[in-house]
């Protein structure tokens, strides 16, 4: 069979034009999916994600694992929210910053009713989801997106101590995990809702100090002396300090069903040492690189305490 070069030129015309649509189509939806990652911060969402498993392995006597992926589904949209609802009220701010003004808000990529779409269903779903664990678990879900939302974000502009606002809802996931293994929030909960709490100063400090002049930008003083002095450094200091002797506490069997074995407490009292360390010498020499160091060091310390506890409670 024979074609003309018109049939040929409509033929290959025709599948230019798809082959262009198909690909604008996988553009349009990995620019989608990326400007979603950027409004949940996937990073963060994922980092509680975690917590929650590790308080949930530390309490289960057998592990549901239904429960465990309901726990990290309702776990991840509950964070996504509070992100997503943090983007939209900072949009104006965020736009001042190096570091943010590529979002999908202030770059206008995205709506801002879109975002908040986004923020209701995820807000909506994620405490849903929780719920079906149990109601502890759905109400601690639920006063975490109000206080980052409502009480943290809008402090930033008005003083420092919005980093202790934020540290509340930021010490959840680890004790929401145990609560969702247990239905209870009891002595434990409150001790690993301690060690999150307390562990928060000193990591967001030390970004703090790195990000200065950015937040200063957009209005905001995450520092708690407000200005990069000794002063900051010295409750960076004091914060660590209170954070490690929190975290070895359980191996006094002061925390009722949890408690640590002397190893671990040994262990966990090293990295802590490390954070120390690095808290000094910013004291000393109030650089930038000690800061990067300790911010480094608070993320190492988080994890790997939370993997200590679990291995920890296998070994009993």
Do not use: C
Not at 180 to 187: C, I, P, R
């Amino acid at each position: 069979m024979k074609f003309t070069e018109k049939e040929i030129y409509l033929y290959l015309n025709y599948n230019l034009m798809n082959t262009t649509v198909i690909t604008e189509n996988k553009t349009t939806i990995k620019l989608l999916t990326t400007d979603l990652k950027q409004l949940t911060k996937v990073g963060l969402s994922l980092s509680v994600v975690f917590s929650s498993v590790a308080g949930y392995l530390l309490a289960a006597e057998t592990v549901n694992y239904t429960t465990l992926i309901l726990l990290a589904i309702g776990g991840y949209l509950m964070v996504g929210a509070s992100n997503a609802f943090n983007q939209i009220i900072e949009k104006d701010t965020d736009a001042l910053m190096q570091r943010t003004k590529d979002r999908p808000l202030p770059t206008e990529r995205m709506k801002i009713s879109t975002a908040l779409v986004i923020a209701i269903v995820f807000a909506i779903v994620g405490i849903a989801i929780l719920y079906s664990i149990n109601p502890k678990s759905a109400l601690f879900g639920a006063i975490s997106i109000f206080l980052y939302t409502s009480i943290y974000t809008p402090l930033k502009s008005v003083t420092p101590l919005a980093v202790f606002a934020g540290a509340i809802p930021g010490a959840i996931p680890f004790m929401l995990g145990w609560v969702a293994a247990t239905n209870d929030f009891g002595m434990e909960a409150g001790f690993l809702f301690m060690i999150q709490f307390f562990w928060q100063f000193p990591h967001f400090w030390s970004i703090g100090w790195l990000q200065d002049e950015e937040y200063k930008k957009a209005g905001f003083n995450m520092l708690p002396m407000g200005t990069k002095d000794t002063a900051a450094v010295k409750q960076i200091i004091f914060y660590t300090v209170i954070m490690i002797l929190v975290s070895i506490a359980p191996v006094l069997k002061i925390t009722g069903t949890f408690y640590i074995l002397p190893i671990t407490a040994v262990l966990i009292a090293i990295l802590g040492g490390v954070m120390l360390y690095y808290g000094i010498q910013l004291y000393k020499t109030q650089d930038n690189k000690e800061a990067r160091k300790l911010m480094l060091a608070s993320v190492l310390y988080i994890t790997v305490v939370q993997i200590i506890y679990v291995v920890d409670k296998f070994l009993h």
